[in-house]
C-alpha cells in the first residue's frame, strides 16, 4: 500500500518513505511467521481430532505418532454408540440448546427494543440488574439455581435446564442486541409505522422484529453456543442416564478413563459434539453478511 | 409519554426482568445468604441452617488449600488474559488486512469457537498425555528436551507457576482465542479508513500505525474486552475441572472448581458459598468499572 | 378538512424548554415551510403535530380535531422522513400500501390505490423491488408514494431533499410542488433551507430558537423582514447590515462601527438622532456607482466571484463588509477603491438593540 508511487517522491521524505516500507516488510515478514504459528497451534488439536476419529485406537496410540490415518475407517463412527449413547445425548443438547436460544432471543429482543428506545421510568434501573446478573459468575449462582430447580421438580428434565439456560444467556443477549438497535435500527421505521397506523407493539411485530433477523440471528447463533458448549450446568442439572446432555456425556466418558482406552470412538464423538454448532453457523452465516437494513435509509 | 406507551414498555421488559430476577438477582442474594449459614447437606435435617455469622469465610480462609487457589486463579486469570489478548491483537490485525484467502483464515480461526470446552479438554488431555504425547514425540525428535514433560501431571513448582498451570492456560487460550479475535475485528472495523491513510501521508510504519491509531482508538472496545475476560477468568471452571480436577497436588485449581467440590462432592454448601461470595466480590470490584462504562456510553 | 392549528404550544425536556409558546393556523390545502437553523425547534414541532413527540402544553389540532393526546396512526396525517424510513423487507407496493393493510382495507383496494399513485409518481415499474434496489431519488418518491396513498388531512414533510444531490434536489422541488398543486393536501414541511422555502411554500414561518420569528408568503419576508434575523436568514446571498448609530451632526447619516459613514437616504424617517440601528441592503440593491457622492461611498473590493449570471463583488466600506450582486461582468483588481451605491428605497432599517423592523 504505501510501497506506490515511492519513485515519484524526492529527496529526503523519499528516502523516508523507502526505509518505512523496508522496516514495514521486516514486520510484515515477522508478523506473518507468528501468524503461521499461531495457526498451527490453533488447528493441530482439530486435526488431531478428526484424524483420530477415522483411526484405529492402536494407530493413535503409535509412537511415533501416525499424522495421516494410513487406512482411513468409519468404524470409529459405527462403534461409538454402543459405548457411549452418542444420538440420544446429542439429541438432548439439540432440543434444550435450540429451544432456550430461541426464547431467550425473542425475550431479549422485546426488553433490548424497548430499552434503546424508550426513556421509562425504571428503565436505567432494569438495566442495571440486567447489566449487574451478565457479571455474576455462574458458579456463585449454582447452589441457589439447583435448589429452585429442584424445588420446581425440574430437576433432570429439559424445562429445568432449558429454563436456566434461558436465564443465563438472556442478559448478553440484551445488551447485544440494545447495540444492534441502537446503531443499526433506524428509529424512523417505527415511526413511520406508527404513522401509517401501528400501535408500538404491532410496529415492533411488524417491522422491527423482521428488520432486526440478522442481529437476532447473531444473538441466537451466541447464546445457543453458550448452551451447546456448558458443561457446568448440565453436569447439575441433567445428568441422569440417557437425560445427558453430549458434553456431559462425553465428559463423564472421559472421567471414566473411557477416553484412554477406546479413544477411536471417543475422538468421533468428541467430532459428533462439535459438528452442530459448525452447522449452525454456517447456515446463519449468510444472513449475518445480508445486511437487511441496506437500503432502508439514505 | 403517553400511558399506553408505559405499558408496551413493561410489558416488553417484564419477561427478561423476571427471568433475570429469578435465575441471576435471586439466586446470587440466596448465596450470599447462605455464606452466613451452616448448610450441611448431610446434616440439615437434624441440624437446620443456623446463623453463624461469619464463620464460613473464617474457615476458608484458614484453609491453606482454599489460599492456594486464590493465588491460582489470580495467576490463571493474568496469564490467560494476557496471553489471549496479545494473540487477538495481533490476529485480529492479519484479519483486517486484505489479501487472498482472508475468508478462509478467518474461518479457520474461529474453528475452536465451535469446539465445546469439554471436547478441546479432551483433545488437549490426550495431546498432552505424558507418554503418547505427539508434542513431546516431536520436541524429543528435534532433540530439544531429553525426557518426556509431563504436561499435566508435573509436581514441580516454582511459586504458583508450574507446567500443569501453564498447559490449562494455553488450553484456555486456544479455546478462547476467537471471541477474542472476532470481538477485537469488530472494533477494528469501526476505525475509518481514512485515519490509517493519514498516517501512511505523514509516513507512519505499520508499527507505528498500530501504536498510534489502532491502540489509541481500540481503547474502549479493549478496555470492556479486558474486564469481561477478567471476570470469567476469575469464575472458571470448566477446562480445569475436567482436565486435571484442580490436581496435581492442587497446583491448577481454581476457586470455582473448589467451590464446586465442596457443595458436590462434600455437601457443604455453606463453605461452597464463602468461596463463591468472595469470587463474587472480586468479580463484584470489576463489574462496578464496567458498568460505570455502559452507563456512561447510555447517557450519549 | 386538512386544517391544522396550533395553540401556545410548547415543549419541555425535563426543566428545559425548547418551543415557548408556538401560535399557527394553516388553513385546509395551505403548503407551509417551517424553516430555521437546526437547533431551532421546528422538526420538533412537527413530531409533535404528528405525535412522535409529546405535547407539554398547548393544543393541536388536525382537521378540527384536538389531537394532543392521539397516537400518530389516530391523527390521520402521513409523514415522509429524511431517511425515508422505507421498510427494507417489503416490496415498494408492499410499502405503499402497508396503512392500508392496517386499516384492513381489501387487496383489491389496496392495489388500486397504491397503482394510481405508483402512476402519479412514475414508480411503477419498480413496484415489485426492494427499497436497497432503488437509485436516493426512487426512495424518495416511494416514501411520498406512501403518504399519498393514504389520502391523509394533511402531510407532514421532514427535511425530505437533504439526503439528495444538488440537481436532483431541484428537480423535487419541482415535483412536490406539482404534486401539491396536483392533490391540494395540506402539507407542512421543514428545511433548513430557504431557497427551498422560499420556492415552494404558500406561507413561511421562520423559527429561531423555540420561538415564531415572523409568518408570512415568501415574497413578504423578502420583502420586508420583521427583525434582524429573518432580514439574514432569507435571501442568497445574504443582507448586508451595517451596525452604527444615526448621526446627531448630520442629517440622515450613519456612523458605521469601526469607521466610516454611509448615508441613509430617504429611509431615515422612523430612526432617531443618536440611536444605535442596524441597516440592511440586498445584494442586489448595492449598485456601483459613477462617484462618490451624496448617496454613495467608497468601498475597497476585496474579492470577485463570478457566477455567469452575475458578478458578487466582495468589498469593505470602512471596517463593514459588503457585497453586491451586479449584471455586469466586471474585473477589479483586490484593493481597488470603487463608489458603491445604495437603491434607497429598498434599504431596511433595524433597531439596533432589540433587531426589530424600524418603519
Redesign the interface.
Given at each position: 500500500?504505501?510501497v506506490s508511487g515511492v519513485e515519484h517522491v524526492n529527496g529526503k521524505?523519499g528516502r523516508?518513505?523507502l526505509s518505512?516500507s523496508r522496516?514495514?516488510a521486516l514486520?510484515?515478514i515477522a508478523?506473518g511467521v507468528?501468524?503461521a504459528l499461531?495457526?498451527i497451534?490453533?488447528?493441530?488439536?482439530?486435526f488431531?481430532?478428526l484424524k483420530?476419529s477415522f483411526q484405529s485406537a492402536l494407530e493413535i496410540?503409535a509412537?511415533?505418532?501416525i499424522?495421516f490415518p494410513g487406512e482411513p475407517t468409519l468404524k470409529a463412527y459405527e462403534d461409538m454408540d454402543r459405548l457411549i449413547p452418542v444420538w440420544r445425548y446429542l439429541w438432548n443438547s439439540v432440543v434444550v440448546s435450540l429451544i432456550a436460544s430461541v426464547i431467550a432471543t425473542l425475550?431479549?429482543t422485546?426488553?433490548a427494543?424497548?430499552?434503546a428506545r424508550?426513556?421509562?421510568?425504571f428503565?436505567?434501573l432494569?438495566?442495571?440488574?440486567?447489566?449487574?446478573?451478565q457479571?455474576?459468575?455462574?458458579?456463585?449462582?449454582?447452589?441457589?439455581?439447583y435448589?429452585?430447580i429442584q424445588s420446581l421438580g425440574l430437576l433432570n428434565t429439559y424445562t429445568g435446564l432449558t429454563?436456566?439456560y434461558?436465564?443465563?444467556s438472556?442478559?448478553f443477549a440484551?445488551?447485544l442486541l440494545r447495540g444492534y438497535f441502537e446503531t443499526s435500527c433506524?428509529p424512523?421505521?417505527e415511526?413511520?409505522?406508527?404513522?401509517?397506523?401501528?400501535?408500538?407493539?404491532?410496529a415492533?411485530w411488524r417491522?422491527i422484529l423482521?428488520?432486526s433477523l440478522p442481529g437476532m440471528a447473531a444473538v441466537g447463533i451466541f447464546t445457543f453456543?453458550n448452551a451447546?458448549?456448558d458443561?457446568?450446568w448440565a453436569s447439575?442439572l441433567l445428568n441422569q442416564g440417557s437425560m445427558k446432555t453430549?458434553?456431559?456425556g462425553?465428559?463423564d466418558f472421559?472421567?471414566e478413563g473411557g477416553?484412554?482406552q477406546y479413544?477411536n470412538l471417543?475422538?468421533a464423538a468428541?467430532v459428533v459434539?462439535?459438528v452442530p454448532?459448525?452447522i449452525m453457523?454456517l447456515f446463519v452465516q449468510r444472513w449475518l453478511v445480508g445486511g437487511?437494513?441496506?437500503?432502508?435509509?439514505? | 409519554m403517553r400511558r399506553e406507551t408505559l405499558i408496551f414498555c413493561y410489558a416488553m421488559v417484564a419477561p427478561a426482568l423476571i427471568f433475570t430476577i429469578l435465575l441471576g438477582i435471586y439466586p446470587m442474594l440466596a448465596s450470599i445468604r447462605i455464606s452466613f449459614l451452616e448448610y450441611d447437606l448431610l446434616r440439615v435435617h437434624t441440624t437446620g441452617t443456623p446463623w453463624v455469622g461469619f464463620e464460613n469465610y473464617l474457615r476458608v480462609f484458614n484453609d491453606p488449600k482454599f489460599l492456594q487457589t486464590v493465588v491460582n486463579t489470580g495467576i490463571f486469570t493474568v496469564l490467560a488474559v494476557s496471553g489471549v489478548i496479545s494473540l487477538g491483537l495481533l490476529l485480529s490485525q492479519v484479519l483486517n488486512e486484505d489479501y487472498r484467502g482472508r475468508s478462509v483464515v478467518r474461518l479457520l480461526v474461529c474453528v475452536p469457537w465451535f469446539v465445546p470446552p469439554v471436547v478441546a479438554s479432551a483433545i488437549w488431555m490426550w495431546l498432552l498425555n505424558t507418554d503418547r504425547s505427539p508434542i513431546n514425540y516431536l520436541l524429543m525428535h528435534w532433540g530439544l528436551i531429553d525426557s518426556n514433560i509431563r504436561f499435566l501431571t508435573d509436581r514441580e513448582a516454582w511459586g504458583p507457576f508450574s507446567v500443569p498451570m501453564l498447559s490449562v492456560t494455553a488450553v484456555r487460550i486456544w479455546n478462547g482465542l476467537p471471541f477474542v479475535v472476532i470481538f477485537l475485528l469488530a472494533g477494528l472495523q469501526s476505525i475509518p479508513r481514512s485515519l490509517y491513510e493519514a498516517a501512511e501521508m505523514d509516513g507512519a510504519s505499520i508499527l507505528q500505525k498500530f501504536r498510534y491509531v489502532t491502540l489509541p482508538l481500540l481503547g474502549p472496545v479493549l478496555g470492556v474486552l479486558l474486564m469481561l475476560l477478567v471476570m470469567t477468568g476469575l469464575g472458571h471452571f470448566e477446562i480445569n475441572y475436567i482436565m486435571t480436577g484442580g490436581g496435581p497436588q492442587n497446583l491448577t485449581n481454581t476457586m470455582a472448581i473448589y467451590s464446586y467440590q465442596q457443595a458436590f462432592q462434600n455437601w457443604r454448601f455453606d463453605t461452597a458459598a464463602a468461596a463463591s461470595g468472595l469470587i463474587l466480590i472480586l468479580t463484584g470490584i470489576v463489574c462496578i468499572y464496567y458498568i460505570r462504562g455502559q452507563l456512561k456510553k447510555d447517557v450519549r | 378538512m386538512g386544517e391544522v392549528t396550533l395553540t401556545d404550544v410548547r415543549k419541555n425536556y425535563g426543566a428545559l424548554e425548547v418551543l415557548h409558546g408556538i401560535d399557527l393556523s394553516i388553513s385546509d390545502g395551505e403548503f407551509v415551510v417551517l424553516v430555521g437553523p437546526s437547533g431551532c425547534g421546528k422538526s420538533t414541532l412537527l413530531r409533535m403535530i404528528a405525535g412522535l413527540e409529546t405535547t407539554t402544553s398547548g393544543e393541536i389540532t388536525v382537521g378540527g380535531r384536538l389531537v394532543n393526546k392521539l397516537p400518530p396512526k389516530d391523527r390521520d396525517i402521513a409523514m415522509v422522513f429524511q431517511t425515508y424510513a422505507l421498510y427494507p423487507h417489503m416490496t415498494v407496493a408492499d410499502n405503499m400500501g402497508f396503512s392500508l393493510r392496517l386499516r384492513s382495507i381489501s387487496k383489491a383496494e389496496i392495489a388500486e390505490k397504491v397503482a394510481r399513485a405508483a402512476d402519479i409518481l412514475d414508480l411503477t415499474p419498480l413496484l415489485q423491488r426492494k427499497p436497497r434496489q432503488l437509485s436516493g431519488g426512487q426512495r424518495q418518491r416511494v416514501a411520498m408514494g406512501r403518504a399519498i396513498v393514504r389520502n391523509p388531512s394533511a402531510f407532514l414533510f421532514d427535511e425530505p431533499l437533504s439526503n439528495l444531490d444538488a440537481k436532483l434536489r431541484v428537480q423535487m422541488r419541482a415535483e412536490i410542488k406539482s404534486l401539491h398543486q396536483r392533490l391540494g393536501t395540506t402539507i407542512v414541511y421543514v428545511t433548513h433551507d430557504q431557497v427551498e422555502a422560499m420556492t415552494m411554500a404558500d406561507r413561511i414561518v421562520v423559527m429561531n430558537g423555540g420561538r415564531v420569528e415572523q409568518v408570512g408568503s415568501p415574497l413578504d419576508l423578502y420583502d420586508h423582514p420583521a427583525n434582524m434575523f429573518v432580514a439574514q436568514f432569507i435571501g442568497s446571498p445574504a443582507m448586508n447590515v451595517f451596525h452604527g448609530r444615526v448621526s446627531e451632526d448630520q442629517d440622515a447619516v450613519l456612523e458605521l462601527e469601526g469607521g466610516g459613514i454611509l448615508p441613509l437616504g430617504k429611509r431615515a424617517t422612523g430612526a432617531e438622532p443618536g440611536q444605535r440601528i442596524s441597516l440592511g441592503v440586498r445584494p442586489e440593491n448595492v449598485r456601483l456607482a459613477e462617484e462618490v457622492g451624496t448617496t454613495s461611498v467608497q468601498a475597497k473590493v476585496m474579492v470577485v466571484e463570478p457566477t455567469g449570471a452575475e458578478t458578487l463583488v466582495n468589498a469593505v466600506i470602512g471596517q463593514s463588509p459588503v457585497v453586491a450582486s451586479v449584471k455586469e461582468r466586471l474585473r477589479f483588481n483586490p484593493g481597488e477603491e470603487v463608489p458603491l451605491g445604495f437603491d434607497f428605497g429598498e434599504v431596511h432599517l433595524f433597531d439596533g438593540e432589540s433587531g426589530d423592523r424600524i418603519d
Open positions: 500500500m504505501s521524505a523516508r518513505l518505512s522496516r514495514d514486520t510484515r508478523v507468528i501468524t499461531i495457526l497451534y490453533i488447528l493441530v488439536p482439530v488431531w481430532m483420530s496410540r509412537n511415533p505418532p499424522w425475550i431479549a422485546a426488553a427494543y424497548v430499552l424508550f426513556r421509562f421510568p428503565a436505567t432494569i438495566l442495571t440488574l440486567i447489566l449487574v446478573t457479571l455474576i459468575p455462574p458458579i456463585t449462582r449454582v447452589f441457589p439455581v435448589t429452585f429454563l436456566a434461558i436465564g443465563f438472556l442478559p440484551v445488551l433506524p424512523e421505521l415511526e413511520a409505522a406508527m404513522v401509517d397506523g401501528c400501535s408500538h407493539f404491532s415492533f417491522i423482521p428488520v453456543l451447546w458448549n458443561f457446568l447439575l453430549i458434553q456431559v462425553i465428559g472421559a472421567s477416553g484412554v479413544v471417543f475422538m468428541c459434539a462439535t454448532a459448525v453457523f437487511l437494513t441496506a437500503g432502508s435509509v439514505k | - | -
